[in-house]
């Protein structure tokens, strides 16, 4: 069946992440002035105090670790037929978070304590669109 | 360069209504319930609609407002940033009063938020930032994303699904005193435990009403607030602020970062301390919501405010009486439930709140979310 949840349409600063994704690399932005690593993608640095426009597109690790979550019971259209399932911040270990689903698992609080170490899956959902799960480290 | 505290005491709230019925109002549109709640609020004060000079509100544009009201006021606010939009209209009510730009202002809220009546469509394109970043995922409104920070919380405090179901339990009570209410029968931790999850730790108790109604308020100067029957309920205290809008983005997932802000700019307009507030509407979209605005406004330390609810201060013989329409988890909650936290500020500091009354009542505090933790705003409300 074709997938039926809601894709994401890039925009032009977020383009390469999602090229990234579809090639199974992680690609996020750093700052070349502060260093530090950001995420989603803008065109310059939103650290407070630096907020330079010198940053540059690295592939990362896609290691993370688990920060909050919920486990939803309800799901909406398509999303009913994944009920219970988690929608997660997690932390990459380059420092920025995003919102994803951790999955692989069973879907328990027992199962899930804040902090896990996770992995990056990534979910090539349709031909143009992969999307950045996690899951627990697998070994 | 100006001082808050000069706009202090200057601007009352002389008119407040909410419609006649909320709760359940498949027969009447959203644009309705605005016009209504305004009508009402205006009778409340001898005004009408043809003493208005400034308008305010959230839902419609202001255009959509005034043309349904056919009104031409001089001064507008359109200011839209969800639940607390409301208590930002007030502040900058206070503002535009004391510069003059116009003399009445009408703040109003209506929303068919259980049946849907003459609501335009919603929802976020795909090529929004959440669109791209968070829709994906599976979230699906706010109990799905509101309710994300709270494992970090409850890692970081230990704070209990018990102590959130306490605030439920609390609220309750405070519904069983006010018989508009929607939800009346009494609740413990058990049945709160108990019900459906709908996005753990979220169970439905957890979560606010949803419903049809509508409130306004009217706001005039200092020298025209006596002249009414209704003792004028002052502005004392004011700030907003707004972060982030998705909530993955949110930076302390244990700390409402822009309400510390709010909270401190109202103090300081009102030049009040935390014991001078004897009253607190707190929005209540769950169970948590007023748990972070009560540690980020520094009522308690960060991670005592599940324990402190669990201790029964703010339930009914409290010494900090909070949410004591029922809150939205229990009294009303059409979707920007803020104008009701301000109503019920100013329906106590009247001492029109009947049974649930707080006695030698003087000073209340509104706080409400612009947005999921989004943002913020505070108002400090007092009668004297």
Not at chain 1, 88 to 110: C, F, H, K, Q, Y
Not at chain 2, 166 to 181: C, D, G, H, Q, S
Not at chain 2, 289 to 297: F, G, K, S, T
Not at chain 2, 333 to 358: D, K, P, W
Request: glycine share 10%; proline share 7%; charged share 20%.
């Amino acid at each position: 069946m074709a997938y039926n949840k809601p894709l994401p349409q890039a925009t032009p600063e977020t383009q390469e992440f999602w090229d990234g994704l579809k090639r199974h690399e992680l690609r996020i932005q750093q700052c070349n002035d502060c260093n530090q690593f950001y995420f989603y993608p803008r065109p310059f640095c939103p650290s407070p105090g630096c907020r330079s426009n010198n940053v540059e597109w690295q592939t990362v690790s896609g290691k993370a670790k688990l920060h909050t979550y919920v486990i939803s019971h309800h799901g909406f259209g398509p999303w009913a037929e994944d009920v219970p399932y988690v929608i997660a911040v997690v932390e990459l270990d380059e420092g920025p978070r995003m919102m994803s689903n951790i999955i692989n698992i069973d879907p328990t609080p027992e199962n899930l304590p804040p902090d896990l170490p996770l992995e990056i899956v990534y979910d090539d959902v349709t031909d143009e669109v992969t999307l950045a799960k996690f899951q627990p480290v697998q070994g | 360069m100006g001082d808050s505290r000069d706009y202090s005491h200057k601007v009352a709230i002389v008119g407040a209504s909410e419609t006649e019925t909320v709760g359940l109002l498949p027969d009447r549109s959203m644009l309705q319930l605005h016009a209504e709640a305004a009508m009402r609020a205006l009778a409340d004060c001898g005004m009408t609609l043809d003493d208005v000079d400034g308008v305010a509100t959230a839902g419609p544009t202001p255009a959509q407002l005034t043309e349904y009201l056919n009104i031409i006021p001089r001064w507008v606010d359109g200011t839209a940033v969800g639940g607390g939009s409301f208590l930002m209209h007030v502040g900058h009510a206070v503002a535009a009063i004391q510069a003059g730009y116009c003399d009445v202002v009408l703040v109003t809220h209506g929303e068919s938020g259980r049946s849907h009546v003459g609501v335009g469509g919603r929802g976020a394109g795909p090529s929004t930032i959440g669109g791209q970043f968070e829709a994906p995922f599976g979230v699906w409104g706010p109990p799905s994303m509101f309710s994300i920070p709270i494992v970090r919380h409850m890692h970081k405090y230990g704070t209990t699904e018990e102590q959130m179901a306490e605030i439920a339990v609390a609220t309750r009570k405070w519904a069983e005193l006010n018989p508009r209410a929607m939800m009346r029968d009494p609740i413990t931790v058990k049945d709160v435990l108990d019900s459906r999850l709908i996005a753990w730790p979220l169970h439905l108790l957890n979560c606010c009403l949803v419903t049809d109604g509508g409130g306004a308020l009217v706001l005039v100067s200092e020298e025209r607030a006596k002249d009414f029957q209704k003792p004028p309920v002052w502005v004392l205290g004011r700030g907003e602020a707004t972060a982030h809008t998705n909530i993955s983005m949110m930076k302390d997932m244990t700390e409402w970062t822009s309400a510390i802000q709010t909270g401190k700019d109202a103090f300081a307009m009102a030049e009040m301390l935390h014991s001078d507030i004897q009253h607190a509407m707190f929005y209540d979209a769950f169970t948590h919501v007023p748990m972070y605005a009560l540690e980020a406004l520094g009522f308690v330390k960060p991670g005592e405010g599940g324990p402190y609810f669990a201790e029964g201060h703010t339930a009914p013989g409290g010494d900090f009486p909070m949410n004591t329409n029922g809150g939205g988890l229990s009294y009303t909650h059409t979707g920007m439930y803020g104008m009701f936290a301000i109503m019920e500020s100013v329906t106590q500091l009247r001492g029109e709140a009947g049974e649930r009354q707080i006695e030698n009542l003087h000073t209340s505090m509104v706080h409400a979310p612009a947005g999921m933790f989004s943002g913020t705003s505070t108002l400090i409300l007092g009668n004297e």
